[in-house]
Every structure is written in structure tokens, then in C-alpha cells.
């Protein structure tokens, strides 16, 4: 079992940039699939950002461009820098990781709002006003 916690989340002006952390309780370096979702209240969670366990990476269209996701496996950190953030991007921001995970990144980005996908964190707020 791993425990994610997230930060970094808060309250910006359209244009502006916040980068948010995900600490894991344990290394997920190579056994697990990574990444970021988001839900915006009244709004389905959406898969924003992921990392496969080959490294590669998968982004959604809407943030493709603005968003970069990366971990620093000596911290056992999950990351996504958000530049350039628009009032559409104010929801709950949530981390998830799935053990044991095969899938490609691609897949990850369709599985991740998923409730079987494996552990999610408790999410941190991102407010973005126009």
C-alpha cells in the first residue's frame, strides 16, 4: 500500500504558474504508473498528466503545452508544473499511483479517474481567477 499526499496548490491570477507535489509514502520508481487528475465541481475527473513505469509521458489536449509532469525518485515526489493557468483549470487537483502497472501512458491517462486504478491522494485546491 502507498500513502500519496498532495501540495502546492492555492490561489492565482490567470497567466500565473503553481507547481504541485505529491509525496509518496514509498518509492514508485519503475513498478508503478504515475500521474494527475483533476475534478471541478458539477464536472467528471479528468486525467491530466502521466507517467508510465517506462518513463514516458501522456498528456491531456487541454493542458498539453502548459502542464509538465516529472518525479524525482530520491524524494519520492510526483510533480506537475502548471504554467500559463486559466480560470478552466480551478478544481481539485489529485495524484494517483497503480502498482504493478503495465499499462502505456496513453492507457494510464484513460484509466487514472478510474476507481480500480490503485491509490489516489486527498487532492490540494487550485483557484484561478480571470
Known amino acids: 500500500q502507498v500513502k500519496l499526499v498532495e501540495s502546492g496548490g492555492g490561489s492565482v491570477q490567470a497567466g500565473g504558474s503553481l507547481r504541485l507535489s505529491c509525496a509518496a509514502s514509498k518509492s514508485l520508481h519503475s513498478t508503478y504508473c504515475v500521474g494527475w487528475f483533476r475534478q471541478a465541481p458539477q464536472k467528471e475527473r479528468e486525467g491530466l498528466a502521466t507517467i508510465d513505469s517506462s518513463g514516458d509521458t501522456s498528456y491531456a489536449d487541454s493542458v498539453k503545452g502548459r502542464f509538465t509532469i516529472s518525479q524525482d525518485n530520491a524524494k519520492n515526489t510526483l510533480y506537475l508544473q502548471m504554467n500559463n493557468l486559466k480560470p478552466e483549470d480551478t478544481a481539485m487537483y489529485h495524484c494517483?499511483?497503480?502498482?504493478?502497472?503495465?499499462?502505456?501512458?496513453?492507457?494510464?491517462?484513460?484509466?487514472?479517474?478510474?476507481?480500480?486504478?490503485?491509490?489516489w491522494g486527498q487532492g490540494t485546491q487550485v483557484t484561478v481567477s480571470s
Open positions: 494517483a499511483a497503480s502498482p504493478g502497472c503495465r499499462m502505456t501512458a496513453s492507457q494510464v491517462l484513460r484509466d487514472i479517474t478510474k476507481e480500480y486504478f490503485g491509490y
